[in-house]
C-alpha cells in the first residue's frame, strides 16, 4: 500500500516493503486499540511515531 510512495522517497526495495507493512500495521493496531479505548490517543501516538521510522532511513540501510 506504502510501498510506491516509500520508493519515490528514495528508499531501497526492501527497506520499502519491510515499512510499508509495519506502517500499515501500526494503523490497523492502533484502529483496534482506539476503539477498544473509545479515544484516539493510540492513533494520534502512532501519527506521532511514524516520521521517526521515516526519518531514520540512512541509518537503517
Request: proline share 3%.
Amino acid at each position: 500500500m506504502y510501498v510506491k510512495k516509500l520508493l519515490e522517497a528514495e528508499f531501497s526495495e526492501k527497506q520499502a516493503k519491510e515499512l510499508s507493512i509495519v506502517i500499515n500495521a501500526l494503523i490497523e493496531g492502533g484502529i483496534l486499540l482506539s476503539l477498544t479505548a473509545k479515544n484516539g490517543k493510540p492513533l494520534q501516538a502512532i501519527a506521532e511515531q511514524i516520521p521517526l521510522l521515516l526519518i531514520n532511513k540512512s541509518i537503517n540501510k
